[in-house]
């Protein structure tokens, strides 16, 4: 299973919305995909159709119990399409790891070994805490939303700097699989010129797929369904299957083969 950390610290840049749609779209596509809600908001759960009420095992579970990562994912409406939900208990799990020796590898243990699925996305909270060290502990690589704003780059270089710490401390082979665009809107000069600088300033690493403002992409979630599935042909949905594509062009080649 290839591990994917949907990251970024800066609040509501589309992270949930990223994992939510290319976990469908990947789904879609015939990959066997999980998504683990890392986040006590449990946007991730709830823009799954997975309500608070049926959450009787998630991610804390895992983090602080150590129940094995089998016995707490649960189906999703979507064939293929797997999810470990987030509850509001989650919040409390930053503290009680806190004197716990092995607090940043809890995810990536639960992880090793496990064979149900051939590609997960962790949807991380909007901080550098313990959760998002988790995730980034656990993952193979990290995706990251960046929303092109003004302040954008300037958070784009804590996230990288928390990057090289993870890097040298627990999980050597972390990669970046790309950055990418969000709530792109083509008549605000300002997002274009934040899009260009980012560009400039990280090549390659920006995907090419860009996921414009549409509203569809926020109405979906109090519907409880993915916006791919909500309203696949509106543009939204379209630039995460494009993303998607791109995203498969860039796994390791044996997995692209799957
Ligand atoms: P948080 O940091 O709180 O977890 P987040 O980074 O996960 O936030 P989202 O929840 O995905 O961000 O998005 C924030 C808000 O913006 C949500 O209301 C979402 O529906 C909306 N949104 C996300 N992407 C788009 C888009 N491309 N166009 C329009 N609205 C969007
Ligand atoms: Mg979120």
């Given at each position: 299973m290839i591990t994917i950390a949907v990251a970024n610290q800066k609040g509501g840049v589309g992270k949930?919305?990223?994992?939510?749609?290319?976990?469908?779209?990947?789904?879609?596509?015939?990959?066997?995909?999980?998504?683990?809600?890392?986040?006590?908001q449990g946007n991730a759960s709830t823009g799954m159709g997975v309500m608070a009420a049926d959450r009787e095992v998630s991610s804390y579970d895992i983090l602080v119990d150590e129940v094995s990562l089998r016995?707490?994912?649960?189906?999703?409406?979507?064939?293929?399409?797997?999810?470990?939900?987030?509850?509001?208990?989650?919040?409390?799990?930053?503290?009680?790891?806190?004197?716990?020796?092995?607090?940043?590898?809890?995810?990536?243990?639960?992880l090793a070994g496990h064979h149900g699925h051939e590609i997960c996305f962790i949807d991380c909270p909007p901080s550098l805490g313990l959760l998002t060290l988790n995730a980034l502990g656990a993952a193979d690589t990290l995706l990251v939303p960046l929303q092109c704003e003004f302040f954008a780059l300037e958070g784009l270089s804590q996230l990288l700097q928390t990057v090289?710490?993870?890097?040298?401390?627990?999980?050597?082979?972390?990669?970046?699989?790309?950055?990418?665009?969000?709530?792109?809107?083509?008549?605000?000069?300002?997002?274009?010129?934040?899009?260009?600088?980012?560009?400039?300033?990280?090549?390659?690493?920006?995907?090419?797929?860009?996921?414009?403002?549409?509203?569809?992409?926020?109405?979906?979630?109090?519907?409880?369904?993915?916006?791919?599935?909500?309203?696949?042909n509106c543009a939204g949905s379209r630039a995460y299957m494009?993303?998607?594509?791109?995203?498969?062009?860039?796994?390791?080649?044996?997995r692209k083969a799957a």
């Open positions: 949930t919305t990223t994992a939510i749609n290319i976990a469908t779209a990947m789904a879609a596509t015939g990959w066997k995909t999980l998504l683990i809600d890392l986040d006590p016995d707490c994912v649960s189906k999703t409406n979507i064939p293929g399409l797997d999810i470990v939900p987030a509850t509001v208990d989650l919040s409390g799990a930053e503290v009680e790891l806190v004197s716990v020796k092995d607090r940043t590898s809890r995810l990536s243990r639960a090289e710490q993870v890097q040298q401390r627990f999980n050597p082979d972390l990669g970046i699989i790309g950055i990418v665009l969000t709530m792109f809107d083509r008549r605000n000069r300002l997002t274009d010129q934040v899009a260009d600088d980012v560009r400039d300033c990280l090549g390659d690493l920006v995907f090419e797929a860009v996921i414009p403002r549409n509203v569809r992409l926020s109405e979906a979630p109090s519907h409880g369904l993915p916006a791919l599935i909500y309203d696949h494009t993303l998607a594509r791109e995203l498969i062009g860039r796994l390791p080649e044996r």
